[in-house]
């Protein structure tokens, strides 16, 4: 048997797969910090449930892929802080996030994990890896739909210009 049969635990991470790893933490870590922040920026009840059930997925992702890091003996990247929560009322009208803001960056952060996470799935020789990632990817996609469905109750949704064919006969 060949150095990447039997068990996938057992199999070393190519070098892809330490960086995509590694990568998802750095960015995920950034990730919590932000929605953080915007859930201290929002109004919407609806959007703070989302960015919280956001940041929820986020850990989860990050306790595994720190994990595994750890079993690989990799280090891990910096995190920032816990984010303090603020009361919306002490931010200046100027300076905050508008719901429909934070609703589009919420949505164009899910697309891009969503992007990422297949590649990943793609490039990996470990069976375990790619399985974290599809597992990632599922619940990025479900997250992405509720993130599409409030967009389009609240009325935030901007979309690309719109074609209509004319049918001549």
């Known amino acids: 048997m060949g150095i990447l049969s039997g068990n996938p635990k057992e199999e070393p991470l190519h070098y892809g797969e330490v960086f995509d790893i590694w990568s998802t933490l750095l960015v995920g870590n950034g990730a919590i910090a ?9 109004g ?13 997925i ?9 994990e595994m890091l750890k079993e690989n003996g990799v280090a891990l990247p910096p995190a920032p802080p816990e984010r303090p929560e603020a009361c919306l ?19 164009g952060g899910i ?6 996470f ?29 993130a599409l469905r409030l ?5 935030w949704l901007v979309p690309p210009p719109l074609h209509y ?4 006969c």
Do not use: W
């Open 151 to 155: 967009n389009k109750e609240k009325g």
């Open 58 to 66: 986020c850990k989860q992702e990050k306790k595994q892929v720190e």
């Open 165 to 168: 064919s004319s049918k001549e």
């Open 118 to 146: 297949s590649q990943v799935i793609g490039k990996s020789i470990r069976e375990d890896v790619a399985m974290m990632y599809g597992q990632f990817h599922a619940q990025k996609a479900a997250l992405g739909l509720k």
């Open 89 to 107: 009322e002490d931010i200046p009208a100027g300076a905050r996030i508008q719901d429909p803001e934070i609703a589009a960056q919420l949505s």
């Open 34 to 42: 932000g929605y953080q922040t915007m859930l201290n920026h929002t």
């Open 111 to 116: 697309a891009a994990s969503l992007v990422a």
């Open 44 to 56: 919407d009840e609806d959007l703070k449930k989302l960015l919280q059930e956001a940041i929820d």
